[in-house]
């Protein structure tokens, strides 16, 4: 069977109540909203890559026991342009938009003109973070979307450069415990330098009626050069704990000047996107007191990590967990005529570099002999070797394999954590979630039949003392003919089942989402 990739969902923007079957906690009161793409083709156009489809939103707002699902495209300026045209007419990261042949040559030439000096996409299908008191739809451009999180309703249009000099930005943000956000964006040949740039976004105050968006508020913690001026890294999350942020600057490098000149040469964004397995990758640790990287260097082979599961503090190291591939052939395998044809799938899934769930520790001090291992901390298997003064080579620890997106309980981030939940990712599809014990590396798994779970979200019980006291809550695809979709929740501690909640509704693979509690 298996997930239509291509397939253009419905909206249903108004509310459909679910069918409980099963138990939910008293306590579970609150609306998860996730994220993820959901619109393929307009008109005769189609877009070329999975991750290029509009934004569709849908979200479930669970009060008193009952589930009400509903769902919206986002209607930003990439969604209203390409309606609008009946066609596709902003480009994507893999998919490069061509005016209609029928279109004058100034239409033409401005077309071209937007794709040298390139104005991104608002079309934000990656996730839903927080900045002050909004909820906002985001990818990795410098535009990110309001959104009314009860109703889904698309918003003000905010952009990054009116109170920042970045092009991209991440859209995994961490949060302190008083409601601040933090971020990571990249600033490209600003005044002859690039360079990644740290912010915070303060929180909202308690009268929560400061003017929006919070981003006006926004601070730059400090920069990190590029080692190369049109070359920047490509990075999609980074750590932090109470003390420090680690930033991962990976030989997986957009090239500027060949982005300049896609649209000319007919060929995509992603095709100037290249791994360079020759290069080291550089792990960068900044003191959060000083807003300046420590005097120690660390490094370790090519590899692409995306994904950051948390990172704490112990005995004079710095521990950091990430989910980490050998290449970037994940991105090729997303295209979607090789995910609509079954032998080009299979080929692609032969080639995929299967992810590892990776355990990095940087020794806070070089003092030692050359040759020395400075990891001092028994419980781990990874590595970090003094090749000469000021720097150290970190070799990693691999706690499991064939695992994606992370989540952790978030009150642990930062701080020394046990469990993390993780769909399998063996191939484009999950067909199960786990529960990952790092200190044990035990696992606890759910699957079903032809369901395809997403991303799983820990959320605490109010109170709870111990790490895994909550809930799971994903949603699942069911191929099963004449079975329903369905949110599945699962017990935190023994990854029981204890409900699923059907939707008259056809859900869609998405990305990441955000859970906010009712007494948020």
């Known amino acids: 069977m298996g997930y239509e990739y291509g397939k253009n969902r419905t909206e249903h923007p108004e509310p459909l109540k679910a069918e409980v079957k099963g138990s939910l906690p008293d306590w579970l009161q609150g609306t998860l909203i996730r994220n993820g793409p959901g619109l393929f083709s307009v008109g005769e156009t189609s877009y070329n890559h999975w991750f290029d489809g509009m934004a569709l939103m849908h979200s479930f707002t669970i009060k008193n026991g009952e589930v009400r699902y509903r769902s919206r495209f986002l209607r930003g300026d990439t969604y209203n342009s390409n309606m609008q045209a009946n066609r596709i007419v902003v480009s994507e990261m893999g998919t490069m938009a061509y005016p209609d042949p029928s279109k004058n040559i100034f239409s033409k030439v401005i077309t071209f003109l937007n794709h040298t000096v390139p104005d991104f996409t608002d079309n934000c299908a990656g996730n839903i973070i927080k900045y002050g008191n909004d909820y906002y739809a985001t990818s990795e451009t410098n535009y990110i979307r309001k959104i009314d999180p009860m109703t889904l309703e698309t918003q003000d249009k905010v952009d990054y450069q009116k109170y920042l000099a970045v092009n991209l930005v991440t859209s995994h943000p961490h949060y302190d415990k008083e409601g601040s956000s933090y971020n990571m964006g990249t600033s490209i040949a600003d005044k002859g330098k690039t360079k990644y740039v740290l912010f915070k976004v303060p929180a909202a105050g308690r009268s929560g009626s400061e003017a929006s968006p919070a981003l006006k508020n926004v601070e730059t913690i400090c920069t990190v050069p590029c080692r190369t001026l049109l070359t920047p890294s490509y990075y999609h999350s980074f750590g932090m704990t109470d003390n420090y942020f680690i930033f991962i600057e990976q030989p997986l490098k957009l090239d500027i000047l060949k982005m300049a000149t896609a649209y000319l040469r007919g060929v995509n964004w992603a095709s100037c996107l290249k791994f360079h397995p020759e290069d080291d990758t550089l792990i960068h640790l900044i003191d959060r007191k000083t807003k300046k990287e420590v005097a120690v260097k660390y490094f370790t082979g090519a590899t692409v990590i995306y994904h950051h599961v948390n990172a704490f503090e112990e005995d004079g190291h710095v521990v950091f967990d990430v989910i980490a591939y050998e290449d970037n052939s994940l991105y090729d395998m997303f295209y979607l005529d090789k995910l609509k044809d079954k032998e080009a799938k299979e080929a692609a899934n032969k080639k995929f570099s299967k992810p590892k769930c990776k355990r990095f520790v940087l020794p806070l001090t070089d003092k030692g002999e050359m040759g020395e291992d400075l990891v001092k901390l028994k419980y781990t298997k990874a590595s970090a070797v003094k090749e000469k003064e000021g ?9 499991t394999e064939g695992v994606e997106l992370p989540r952790i309980n978030y009150n642990y981030n930062g701080q020394k954590y046990r469990y ?13 979630i786990t529960k990952l014990d790092v200190e044990t590396k035990q696992q606890l798994e759910w699957t079903a039949e032809n369901c395809y779970p997403s991303e799983p979200v820990f959320i605490t019980r109010p109170g709870a ?5 909550g809930v799971i809550l994903t949603s699942v695809i069911n191929s099963n003919p004449g079975q329903s979709d369905f949110l599945l929740v699962l017990d935190g501690k023994s990854f029981k ?3 699923r909640v059907h939707v008259e509704a056809e859900l869609h693979l ?11």
């Open 510 to 520: 998405d990305m990441h989402g955000f859970f906010i509690s009712q007494s948020d």
């Open 420 to 432: 993390v939940y993780l769909t399998v990712a063996e191939t484009t599809e999950s067909t199960s």
């Open 465 to 469: 003392t111990e790490e895994d006291d």
């Open 391 to 399: 720097k150290l080579l970190c070799q990693p620890e691999v706690l």
């Open 497 to 499: 089942e204890l409900a």
